[in-house]
């Protein structure tokens, strides 16, 4: 049996803003237990789609009965797979994440699709679900129990992690101009039509990312905004 959640949010950004701050929303103050973030894999497809995948490292401290069920030895860090993709015709950003390990002990699939509001100006929606089961044979309804109270818990933070990259996003410079870098640097990291998965290629991007957020802040700087607040 598997333990199901699902939940909408409206979140009071633009797509295009929720958009920019998704790829930028770690670290922050709520995403301790995120230890690392790797892209693996990006590809822009011939309907200029945006298709990435990403390796994240992640922990959580366990409750004590479930030591029982860890060897000494065995890592407690969790690799999670997160794949998504960016439809900029429909205007939709789609994710979705599992763990690669612990799989025995509890596994969970979650699918978040953001969509900008048709009704609702400047109002991006969120419907986020997830799937939790354990194969431990006479535990995994209990275990299902804590792993959905934890589930919940956790995209509490993910949504406050969210907010707060939005808040920076405005705070620095305009979503727009910082939009087309990263369009920009998807395309050159992903025009060739074999997937590119070296490392070289993936720290030449990240070097290019950081140059231009400095480029980007130097403009902010010489024009100053009025800070607004989005959620």
Same mark, same amino acid.
Request: aromatic residues 10%; charged residues 20%.
């Given at each position: 049996?598997?333990?199901?959640?699902?939940?909408?949010?409206?979140?009071?950004?633009?797509?295009?803003?929720?958009?920019?701050?998704?790829?930028?929303?770690?670290?922050?103050?709520?995403?301790?237990?995120?230890?690392?973030?790797?892209?693996?894999?990006?590809?822009?497809?011939?309907?200029?789609?945006?298709?990435?995948?990403?390796?994240?490292?992640?922990?959580?401290?366990?409750?004590?009965?479930?030591?029982?069920?860890?060897?000494?030895?065995?890592?407690?860090?969790?690799?999670?797979?997160?794949?998504?993709?960016?439809?900029?015709?429909?205007?939709?950003?789609?994710?979705?994440?599992?763990?690669?390990?612990?799989?025995?002990?509890?596994?969970?699939?979650?699918?978040?699709?953001?969509?900008?509001?048709?009704?609702?100006?400047?109002?991006?929606?969120?419907?986020?679900?997830?799937?939790?089961?354990?194969?431990?044979? $006479?535990?995994?309804?209990?275990?299902?129990?804590?792993?959905?109270?934890?589930?919940?818990?956790?995209?509490?933070?993910?949504?406050?992690?969210?907010?707060?990259?939005?808040?920076?996003?405005?705070?620095?410079?305009?979503?727009?101009?910082?939009?087309?870098?990263?369009?920009?640097?998807?395309?050159?990291?992903?025009?060739?039509?074999?997937?590119?998965?070296?490392?070289?290629?993936?720290?030449?991007?990240? $070097?290019?990312?950081?140059?231009?957020?400095?480029?980007?802040?130097?403009?902010?700087?010489?024009?100053?905004?009025?800070?607004?607040?989005?959620?």
């Amino acid at each position: 049996m598997v333990k199901y959640f699902c939940n909408s949010t409206d979140i009071s950004s633009t797509w295009d803003q929720v958009f920019s701050a998704f790829w930028q929303r770690y670290p922050n103050p709520y995403s301790n237990h995120v230890l690392t973030e790797d892209v693996v894999y990006r590809e822009v497809t011939a309907d200029q789609q945006l298709l990435s995948r990403r390796l994240l490292t992640k922990t959580n401290r366990l409750p004590r009965w479930a030591e029982r069920f860890f060897p000494s030895g065995m890592s407690r860090c969790v690799y999670i797979i997160e794949d998504s993709i960016v439809d900029p015709v429909n205007r939709s950003l789609t994710i979705y994440t599992w763990n690669l390990n612990h799989t025995t002990l509890m596994s969970v699939e979650e699918r978040c699709i953001f969509r900008d509001s048709a009704e609702q100006p400047s109002t991006t929606l969120l419907k986020r679900e997830a799937w939790i089961s354990s194969g431990i044979y $006479g535990f995994s309804r209990p275990i299902q129990e804590f792993g959905l109270a934890r589930f919940k818990s956790n995209q509490v933070k993910a949504m406050k992690g969210l907010e707060y990259a939005l808040s920076n996003l405005q705070a620095f410079c305009p979503t727009a101009p910082l939009l087309m870098a990263l369009q920009g640097l998807a395309s050159e990291c992903c025009g060739e039509a074999h997937p590119r998965l070296l490392r070289d290629t993936m720290k030449d991007a990240s $070097g290019k990312a950081k140059e231009a957020a400095k480029n980007l802040a130097s403009a902010a700087a010489a024009t100053p905004q009025k800070p607004q607040q989005f959620i």
